[in-house]
């Protein structure tokens, strides 16, 4: 069984242990998977493949699973070939690179 955790954007800044009175934050769940160095993979975080390609990871409602944007399914990826570089709150202009 996989881990549940979660880490919380407030607005200003990632918090990797969210408090329980905390408001107004965004919460991002862990998928339970890591990136070739080890590094947990959380739905926000922006990813790079072995061919330097960028990709959000994003839980997709409609089939149930962490997908990573514009390839599917986070699952089906080769985690020794992708690295978490960012993520989308603190590094949006990663995005605008693709």
Known sequence: MREIKFRAWT???????V?????????MQYTGLE???GKE?????????????YYEIQWDADDF?????????????????INVIGNIHENPELLEQK
């Open 35 to 37: 990136d070739k160095n």
């Open 65 to 81: 699973m962490y997908i990573a944007d514009g390839i599917g399914p986070l699952c089906e990826l080769e985690f020794h070939e």
């Open 41 to 53: 993979i959380f739905e926000g975080d922006i990813v790079e493949d072995e061919d330097h390609f």
């Open 11 to 17: 607005g200003e800044r990632m918090l990797n242990e």
């Open 19 to 27: 408090a329980s009175n905390m408001v107004e934050v965004e919460l």
